[in-house]
């Protein structure tokens, strides 16, 4: 089974500054998907990115980039610009491409608490 | 307004009572999901509609009883529940394939007393 890990439960970063989140999982699949979420204090979640294991390109979106390191297992999530709205939980989350029951589900880590300093 | 939306968005409910909570999708998506979200855990995958039909149950107690009578809405109907089952339940949906995001909708937060 796979597994998502987040091992920093809360970070926090000045505005204006970059931090990087981190995240790890285990899987014996060649292919499958990566997913940022975010959850702001609405309790909405929100895809931030996504990064797909047969790429080797970085995702990125505007200020938020990854480190997708395949052979290491590695997935973390870097905000450039830090800015007050982007304070949150932020969780990562794979989803697997494989046949079978699981395909298409998302696992999440246990997140990670951002805050952003003004 | 995301697309997904669930109601109640607080529930107060005693151990003996039955409840239910609602999911709808604005999104014309075939999948929707059902998570359980408790403080310091990942969130937990409960149940999985395909087009109307349960495709996955992780070994959720009966006590949850889930129901998808069309592809746009969702319940999960809850009876005799325990404290420990307080938590935020987050409904999702979803397009088929893989590379699809899913959305969320704002949860439930829900107080078992």
């Known amino acids: 089974a796979q597994t998502v890990t987040q091992s920093q439960p809360e970070m926090s970063v000045q505005e204006a500054e970059t931090v990087t989140l981190s995240c790890t999982y285990d899987t014996s699949e060649s292919d499958y998907y990566l997913f940022w979420y975010k959850q702001p204090p609405s309790r909405q979640m929100i895809l931030v990115i996504r990064?797909?294991?047969?790429?080797?390109q970085n995702a990125t979106e505007n200020r938020f980039s990854v480190n997708f390191q395949k052979a290491a297992k590695s997935f973390s999530l870097k905000i450039s610009d830090s800015q007050l709205g982007d304070a949150a939980m932020y969780f990562c989350a794979y989803r697997s491409v494989e046949e079978g029951g699981s395909q298409g589900n998302l696992i999440f880590g246990k997140g990670t608490k951002l805050s952003v300093k003004p | 307004e995301t697309g997904v939306t669930q109601t109640p968005r607080h529930l107060v409910m005693g151990m003996t009572n039955k409840k239910s909570l609602k999911c709808e999708q604005h999104l014309g998506h075939n999948a929707m999901y059902w998570y359980k979200q408790s403080a310091k855990k990942p969130l937990e995958l409960m149940f999985v509609y395909n087009f109307k039909e349960q495709t996955e149950n992780n070994s959720v107690p009966s006590r949850f009883s889930p129901e998808c009578p069309n592809s746009s809405h969702l319940f999960l109907h809850l009876h005799t529940l325990q404290p420990e089952d307080s938590a935020l339940y987050l409904c999702a949906s979803s397009q088929d394939g893989v590379n699809t995001e899913a959305f969320f909708g704002q949860g439930t937060r829900l107080t078992v007393v």
């Open positions: 990064q797909e294991a047969y790429k080797q």
